[in-house]
């Protein structure tokens, strides 16, 4: 195996030996090289750990400089790549100037005359190399222009080598981490040169003339795509030249190839792209709606020619004007020479798209449909928004004719099928755009398309599209309607379901679910409608459909329906569900939907009434709970045995105690708090099956207490039932912490956390069981402490994370001062000053709201002038974590957390400066003081100024803004 040299810091090849050189070399070729076979598999493992040793920066200097062959120079040249961005810092500094001069050297040697894929890849690699280089390392200054100029000044043809240099730099300068201060200098050394950079660029192709040479066109246009990339540049220039020109002749000529065709359109895009700023590159952004303009013919060509590749670059190029033209298309021109800019040509690009029969097209403009829409829902002038009516009509009924099956499509869909994914992003698109038209107008728009597919003898797929897209808007009809949806809803329920197409039944399903509000306000068509559903329900491929549906409607019609007897039909539907023999999933999530709806209309009943159905429903589920336990806990091969022969029938999941558990969730989700106050302090009316439940469910978390998805279903149904008893439920809550403590102590199961959150919830507010609230805080904070301590204990449990400091926030608002009395506030508190920094959505929005909560806590205390102890030892804390908190938050909000989590750290540092203004401003100090001294980072003018500025602001917003460009200096 090769040795590697690890007191080895410069590039040097006298420090690798012939024998180990060959090593590696035998490695390469083992892995690349005509040799392969059987040990290509270790050569790769093994030159995986040799690309991370010090070793490898001299033995692909090394290689380089031997070039034994093709394949172990571009090896090499990846590998010092690769080394350059991660690791760079292994180098001494006075060892870097001798390593851009190796690599120049090595690039210098290669002859890119004519176009040589290996070769290409070699070169196009070292330049990567030197720019990357150069980017990191700050105290360069002003080289590129001296790089160039050297391989300019070199003997042979250096242009193919020029093209790679002038692209890898822009490109570079975006996707290193080097901050905004290097970045922008880089880039304005790169605009600096822009002239020149275009002069050679159009000289380059001036050059080729008729020659066919698409290789270098490519490099030509790859270079000015990159070129573009950089905000800094002046385009005056390049929107009056040849080169502009160049480029859109590509586009327009039918026979360009489509790579070539693909490149020109990367140069069109980054253009508009940069014109977004349209005041500074006006120039250019008239010379680009010209030219995109005039794309309409060739569009058309592709179309004929069902070219999808060029169709789809064409695409990119439309949606990317009217993007970058929005502000202009909906404001319209203020000036003359805007009015091009202004024009509904854009939009018309997009309905062009639309209109062919691809849907990937009409899919690439979705984002920008949903921009146009959320544009105009800021304009308040009705007639301004009237314009664009039209457009989106004729949008709507482009995505009609798209979301439509195909008409011997037998059965339903397969749920994840490319036309079900689009149909659904198309369904969004829909509800963007729909208020623009107005929703009457669309319901009737497509109440008469699937009308004329009745009259011209269409097949059963129109109607169901038209169906499809109504059923998208049809809530945000005002429910007074009655010009087209009664017919609508007497033909659904005019269907047969034996013999419609299921697709068409499923549809219909969904769209009565959707016409709830309506149904509320037309009580004449529910009971029809529910008995076309009843009837549809009860069959297996139908049923989860239909059952949502169901629930939509009786949540909203629930006082018609429940005098209608409708509950007991419901119940009734469980048993004939039951009995079904396929699509046992379909059927329970049905059984689950009608569960919900039944106990809706139930709480509806009279008193004796309400309890004995929820009893019996109840008493269902405790029967077959506890058989179902008793079952798993037997093993019996006899239950396997019968559940195999059963198939797909429902009786198939009847002996899993999670069917059981999730319709305890289910029910008892739907039952309405009980307050005793307001009841005269009566019991609950299923007080005894809720307690009657209990008891199973505490079963099944003991036996399943190491069992993470079983927990969780067992802690969601406690927790409705909790919830539905109100404080009636203390007869189960000093068992259930008990339990809960000893099983979260075993298995640290974040549920548990969530759970107990809920019990803060109910009561906290209750002085009496606060203590022992506080103590199983305390238990299952020191227990959830053990798992974040660990090594990267908070990123590998974010749920705990999460879990943990909701139950926290829990009792900064049900129980403040006992909870700051308590020592593990304080601990709390430095585990969430250390948690700012992990970048996990859910979990850090926990922690920052639990910190905001708690300083917030002080601050209404003062402003409102009262004084306890808790208070007082809030104050102490904050007072003395103040430093902590801000150096936290300003360090994980400026560098070690994604952006859109930069917002809560924030409201924290805010919130800080209300408490203290000059403690905020020590602290903050410090806080800058610690951050990071050595590239990439701040000047110390720029930290003075963002000091000044911060110390000077109130608001959170603004201090936002301040944190976000700080924050770029790190990036």
């Given amino acids: 195996s090769l040795i590697i040299r690890e007191n080895s810091l410069l590039p040097s090849p006298a420090s690798m030996s012939d024998e180990e050189t060959n090593a590696l070399h035998m490695a390469i070729m083992a892995m690349y090289g005509p040799m392969g076979g059987p040990h290509a598999a270790q050569a790769s493992s093994w030159l995986a750990d040799f690309q991370t040793t010090m070793g490898a920066w001299t033995a692909c200097d090394r290689l380089l400089r031997e070039k034994r062959d093709a394949v172990s120079v571009c090896f090499a040249a990846q590998t010092i790549r690769q080394k350059i961005l991660k690791n760079l810092k292994e180098l001494p500094t006075e060892s870097l100037m001798s390593l851009r001069e190796s690599l120049t050297s090595h690039l210098a040697s290669i002859q890119m005359t004519s176009f040589d894929p290996l070769n290409d890849v070699t070169a196009t690699q070292l330049c990567l190399a030197i720019a990357d280089l150069y980017i990191q390392v700050h105290d360069w200054k002003n080289w590129v222009a001296e790089l160039l100029n050297t391989f300019t000044s070199m003997d042979g043809d250096r242009t193919r080598m020029l093209l790679v240099l002038l692209r890898v730099f822009p490109e570079e300068v975006d996707s290193i981490r080097v901050g905004e201060n290097r970045r922008r200098e880089v880039r304005e050394e790169i605009a600096v040169n822009s002239h020149s950079v275009l002069m050679f ?149 997009l309905l062009i798209m639309a209109e062919h029969h691809d849907y990937s097209l009409v899919e690439m403009t979705f984002h920008i449909w949903y921009r146009i829409s959320e544009a105009l829902f800021q304009v308040d002038n009705d007639d301004h928004v009237a314009k664009y009516a039209e457009p989106v009509t004729r949008y709507l009924k482009f995505l009609f004719k798209h979301v439509r099956y195909e008409s011997d499509m037998v059965g339903l869909p397969s749920s994840g099928s490319e036309l079900n994914d689009f149909r659904l992003k198309a369904a969004e698109s829909v509800k963007d755009v729909v208020y623009i038209v107005g929703t009457d107008k669309c319901v009737v728009m497509m109440f008469n398309l699937m009308v004329e597919a009745v009259k011209r003898g269409a097949s059963w797929e129109d109607t169901e599209a038209a169906l499809f897209i109504i059923s998208q808007f049809l809530a945000n009809l005002l429910p007074e309607e009655d010009s087209v949806v009664p017919d609508i809803v007497s033909a659904i329920c005019g269907l047969p379901p034996a013999s419609s197409h299921p697709a068409l039944l499923q549809t219909c399903a969904e769209l009565l679910g959707s016409a709830c509000d309506w149904l509320h306000k037309h009580p004449d068509y529910q009971v029809p409608v529910m008995k076309w559903l009843f009837d549809l329900i009860v069959n297996p491929q139908f049923a989860a459909a239909a059952g949502e549906a169901v629930q939509q409607i009786c949540h909203k019609c629930a006082g018609h329906l429940s005098q209608q007897g409708v509950a007991m039909q419901l119940r009734g539907l469980v048993r004939v569900l039951e009995a079904t023999t396929t699509n046992s999933k379909g059927v329970e999530a049905a059984i689950t939907f009608v569960l919900r709806s039944a106990t809706e209309l139930i709480m509806l009943l009279p008193e004796p009434e309400m309890a004995r159905q929820i009893y019996e429903i109840g008493m269902d589920i405790v029967v077959n709970f506890t058989a179902a336990l008793a079952n798993s806990s037997n093993g019996s091969n006899n239950n396997k045995e019968n559940s195999e022969n059963r198939g797909d029938a429902w009786k198939s999941m009847a002996n899993d105690p999670m069917v059981w558990i999730d319709r305890i969730a289910s029910v008892f989700r739907e039952v309405q708090p009980w307050v005793a106050q307001a009841h005269d302090n009566r019991p609950a009316p299923w007080l005894e099956i809720a307690l009657g439940l209990w008891n199973p469910l505490s079963q099944a978390l003991k036996g399943y207490e190491d069992n993470t998805r079983m927990v969780e279903h067992i802690c969601r149904s406690i927790r409705f039932l909790v919830r539905s008893l109100g404080v009636q439920s203390q007869g189960i809550v000093q068992p259930l912490v008990t339990q809960m403590v000893e099983v979260y102590q075993k298995h640290t199961h974040s549920c548990i956390l969530y759970l107990s959150s809920i019990l803060v919830d109910e009561y906290g507010i209750v002085e009496s069981l606060r203590p022992g609230l506080i103590a199983m805080l305390e238990t299952l904070a020191t227990t959830a402490f053990l798992t974040l301590k660990r090594e990267n204990g908070l990123r590998d449990n974010p749920d705990t994370v999460d879990d943990l400091f909701r139950l926290a926030s829990r009792f900064v608002l049900r129980a403040p001062s006992q909870f700051f009395l308590a020592p593990i506030s304080s601990a709390l508190i430095d585990c969430g000053v250390v948690g700012l920094s992990l970048d996990h959505v859910e979990a850090n929005r926990s922690i920052s709201r639990f910190l905001c909560s708690s300083i917030d806590q002080l601050l209404g205390a003062r402003r409102s002038n009262y004084r306890d102890a808790g208070v007082e030892s809030l104050e102490k804390m904050i007072t003395h974590k103040a430093a902590a908190l801000v150096s936290g938050a300003l360090r994980a909000g400026c560098i070690e957390l994604s952006s859109h989590l930069r917002r809560d750290q924030a409201d924290i540092l805010n919130l800080i400066a209300s408490v203290d203004r000059q403690l905020f401003s020590t602290s903050l100090h410090a806080a800058l003081t610690a951050l990071p001294q050595q590239p990439p980072c701040a000047t110390p003018e720029q930290l003075e100024q963002f000091f000044t500025t911060m110390n000077g602001l109130s608001d959170a917003r603004e201090m936002y803004v301040n944190m976000r460009d700080l924050a770029r200096l790190y990036d």
Avoid: W
């Avoid at 895009?269 to 303009?293: C, D, I, P, Q």
């Fill in 201 to 349: 660029l159009s000289y380059v192709l001036e050059q080729i003339g008729g020659a066919n040479d698409e290789d270098m066109i490519k490099k030509v246009f790859s270079c000015l795509a990159a070129y573009l990339t950089n905000p800094l540049i002046n385009t005056d220039e390049l929107a009056q030249s040849q080169l502009l020109t160049n480029v859109f002749q590509i586009l327009y000529a039918k026979e360009a190839s489509c790579t070539l065709h693909a490149v020109a359109t990367d140069c069109i895009v980054n253009a508009l792209f940069r014109v977004e700023n349209t005041e500074k590159h006006k120039l250019l952004a008239h010379a680009l709606h010209r030219g995109v303009v005039a794309l309409r013919a060739p569009f058309k060509v592709a179309v004929q020619e069902e070219d999808i590749d060029k169709l789809q670059n064409f695409g990119r190029i439309f949606v990317e004007m009217a993007e970058s033209f929005l502000e202009f298309i909906i404001n319209g021109a203020q000036s003359p020479d805007e009015a091009d800019l202004a024009s509904f040509e854009s939009l018309e690009l």
